[in-house]
């Protein structure tokens, strides 16, 4: 499996032997990960707080092979509207003035 660490991780197999290392210099690069560390808590530790990525993604891999730490767009900050012109001073206002009373 390729696999994409931003954090340096030592995965051990059901033994506690360990089979897989991301040492500091394979850190943000796509790497051949043997399939048994899946079997490490760490690894779905790390799969679900987003510091690792495991992907088939075409679009995704090429993503982020131009920028390691790009975040999915699941965990991107949706964009809140913000009023715009004088209705949206207007209304902040009378928002003030109903915190007031």
């Given at each position: ?6 954090v ?12 897989f290392?991301?040492t ?12 048994s ?12 707080d987003?510091?690792i990525e495991?992907?088939?993604e ?6 982020l ?21 004088a209705s ?14």
């Amino acid at each position: 499996m390729l696999l994409l660490s931003r954090v340096c991780a030592e995965f051990h197999d059901r033994t506690g032997a360990a089979v897989f290392t991301v040492t500091p210099r394979s850190r943000l690069t796509f790497v051949e990960a043997p399939e048994s560390i899946r079997e490490d808590p760490l690894f779905e530790m790390l799969l679900n707080d987003r510091s690792i990525e495991v992907t088939e993604e075409k679009a995704r891999r090429k993503q982020l092979e131009n920028d390691p730490e790009l975040p999915d767009a699941s965990c991107r900050p949706e964009q809140s509207e913000k009023p715009s012109g004088a209705s949206g001073a207007r209304k902040t206002a009378a928002e003030k003035k109903e915190n007031r009373t």
